[in-house]
RNA sequence: GUGCCCGUAGCUCAAUUGGAUAGAGCAUCUGACUACGAAUCAGAAGGUUGGGAGUUCGACUCUCUCCGGGCACGCCA
């Protein structure tokens, strides 16, 4: 077991050993959730925990106090060479190099299959599912890659998920896209003629209406096949992208005459839904606007400020009510949870269709809605205007072209998905460390370069043969017991990070460990003693190399997740 | 008007979910290469975490309030 989860585990009996004694019902420390650190400082020690900070409330005495007692038996341990309480009631722990080098070792040993201990689950997750309008813009694929490598995360961590994209093949979007290519098919694809303002402008559909100006086909024909070649560009990008979803989840199938007609009785049944007039909406200014009776949902029964539609006056469907036919669709196949991401201008949305799923259901429905903040393209140091509306948006295709499929994934994912990104293209086409993902790479490429100059001269024993943990111990130098660190938290990183759907942590984890290393090599640079090969010492070589070795992988399976490419030279 | 999100160094972002003296990169200044890959490294400087109040051993993090920015509030998706 490496050190965070061993050594939680030792805390925790001891806690548990104290509170015995105490006559505090042992269930109490169910509750507690302490923390193992690495030390914020040299003079800290190794890790350190709040654990008697946390602990003192339970057990009803100071933290101080109670830090004491467990410290008492915590010195016992035999790789811990000193252990500190400070002020509040920190406990500072520190280790003999010895405790790093079984560590490093064990980390070899298990090569990277990490035990995460996470009880596995049946997830499904839902990502992009943009109509198909159009191409994908930079927006759609902040979704695309922040779904994809939550998956990736997610399935890492032992849970068992389905990718899937809910096409929505129905509705006004998609009246509006066929209008469009009738419009330019009526006239013979002259497109001199000014496409009206209510159809899609833009080149794109232009070179759609194209393709089928000699096909003649019949009209619902016609429909199908635009979609069809739509979605097929939108899976193009998305294979570029490396993004794969398993299902592919039609709106107009889902929505079944059947489908809908059980809906609407279920919901009449259960007093959630009525035929009614909704209120004029505040943002609407339109003076034709009139209120028309339509099929309504109890919003207001769930805090909304109105009812909402769910059947609209001429009979279609809404967004909503098929986005409720869907999420039941989930909930019938059994999901554990459903995690959606969705733009974060869908975010009045999340809480009328978690109001709607949890009052349909008995049974209790975990659904969790991630939102994406927006996404602006920077180039010269100014932002790219971009109007969907006018057609004259910048495809994501555009950008992949620029910059490459890394770039996206990297900045997608490296910043939190609350905040909004500014994408400086011009960064990318940098090869140094402003590029943070050249930077990471690079780090790579060394540690390959070094291996494989290892094996030229001592042989490929010399790398690929590790007996014992004897071989390691020549690693005394500060700085590689905090590679050493970094490498065994990594699994801990990945965890936290499936916990909380927060891929950024794994970025930011990789860009400190190749800051850590190409810090540490350059360390041979000034002292030769540093170097991590030594013609004339096998014994440091051997360790540092494996030192390498275990950096190395770390770094691979990071990008690996990330889906990022990892080169052995650049 | 109502609701939600954001506000951290000049710029772009972190902060192990309430922990110790708030950390990185860029930009600026200074230094290190006939190289285990300098596409790199070391150092300096840069902060009242938007303002104010509260909660407690302890707040960037939680609560309240104000300011600024963004996004929504449809019979679009």
Redesign the pocket.
């Known amino acids: 077991m490496l050190y965070h989860d061993s050594l939680k585990t030792k805390l925790y009996k001891i806690l548990e050993k104290i509170t015995s004694k105490q006559k505090v019902e042992l269930s109490t420390l169910d509750n507690i959730d302490f ?1 193992i ?5 040299k ?2 020690g190794d890790l ?1 925990t ?1 654990i008697a ?2 602990g003192c409330k339970f057990l009803k005495i100071s ?1 101080i106090e109670l830090a004491e007692k467990i410290v008492i038996d915590l010195k016992h341990e035999n790789q811990i060479k000193k252990v500190e309480i ?5 406990i ?1 722990i520190f280790f003999y190099n010895s405790f790093w080098h079984d560590q490093l070792y064990e980390y070899l040993n298990i090569k990277r299959n990490f035990n995460y201990n996470v009880e596995s689950k049946k997830i499904c997750l839902e990502y992009v599912s943009a ?1 198909p309008t159009g191409l994908m813009h930079i927006g759609h694929a902040r979704g695309a890659v922040l779904g994809d490598t939550l998956s990736s995360i997610l399935k890492e961590v032992g849970h068992e998920v389905t990718d899937e994209y809910y096409i ?1 093949d ?4 998609i009246n509006k896209l066929l209008d469009t290519i009738n419009f330019y098919l009526k006239n013979k694809c002259n497109f001199d003629v000014k496409t009206p303002d209510s159809l899609y402008p833009g080149d794109y559909l232009k070179e759609i209406a194209k393709i089928f100006f000699n096909q003649s086909l019949k009209q619902t024909k016609l429909n199908e096949q635009v979609i069809k070649k739509i979605l097929g560009d939108i899976k193009d990008d998305l294979k570029t992208l490396k993004v794969n979803h398993k299902n592919f989840i039609s ?1 107009k199938k889902l929505s079944s005459m059947q489908r809908v007609n059980n809906l609407k009785k279920k919901l009449i049944d259960m007093k959630l839904a009525y035929y009614g007039f ?1 209120e004029t ?4 200014q339109d003076e034709k ?4 009776e ?1 099929f309504l949902f109890c919003s207001k029964k769930f805090g909304d ?2 009812d ?2 769910l059947i ?2 001429n009979g ?1 469907l ?3 009510m098929s986005d409720i036919i869907y999420h039941q669709n989930k909930v019938e196949r059994n999901f554990d949870v459903l995690i959606n991401i969705w733009g ?6 999340v809480k009328r269709l978690k109001n709607a799923i949890k009052a349909i259901n008995k049974k209790e429905v975990n659904i969790q809605i991630k939102l994406t ?2 996404v602006n393209l920077l180039k010269n140091n100014t932002k790219m205007k971009m109007s969907k509306r006018a057609g004259t948006y910048i495809t994501m295709r555009e950008v992949l072209k620029e910059v490459g499929t890394d770039a996206i994934r990297y900045t997608m994912i ?3 998905a ?5 994408f400086d293209l011009d960064v990318f086409l940098h ?4 590029n ?1 993902v ?2 990471i790479q ?1 780090a790579h ?2 540690c ?3 291996i494989k ?1 290892a094996k030229e001269k001592f042989g490929d024993e010399f790398v690929s043969n590790l007996k014992n943990v004897t071989n390691l111990t020549e690693l005394q130098i500060y700085e590689e017991k905090q590679i050493i660190k970094q490498v065994c938290s990594f699994y ?1 990183v990945i965890k ?1 990070s499936a916990q ?1 759907f ?1 891929p ?2 794994i970025s ?1 984890f990789l ?1 400190e460990l190749a ?1 850590t290393f ?2 540490y ?6 002292d030769e003693s ?4 030594i013609e004339d010492d096998l014994i440091v070589s051997k360790s540092r190399i494996h030192l390498i070795v275990a950096v190395k992988s770390i770094i691979k399976k990071g990008l690996d997740l990330l889906k990022i490419d990892c080169p052995e ?2």
């Open positions: 923390s650190d690495n030390s914020p400082k003079e800290f350190s709040n900070m946390v933290p400070v002020k509040p009631g920190f500072n109509n929505n129905a509705g006004e979007q709106e909704q909406p505040k943002n609407i606007w009139e209120k028309k339509q400020d109105s909402r539609a609209k006056p279609n809404t967004y909503f974060v201008d869908h975010f009045g949305y903040a927006m490296s910043r939190n609350d905040k909004k990104i500014d090869k140094n460390k402003d943070p050249f930077y690079y490429a060394r390959s370069s070094i100059i801990n936290s909380s927060e950024h942590r930011n860009f800051k190409h810090s090599w350059a360390l041979g640079n000034i540093k170097r991590i090969l030279n650049m």
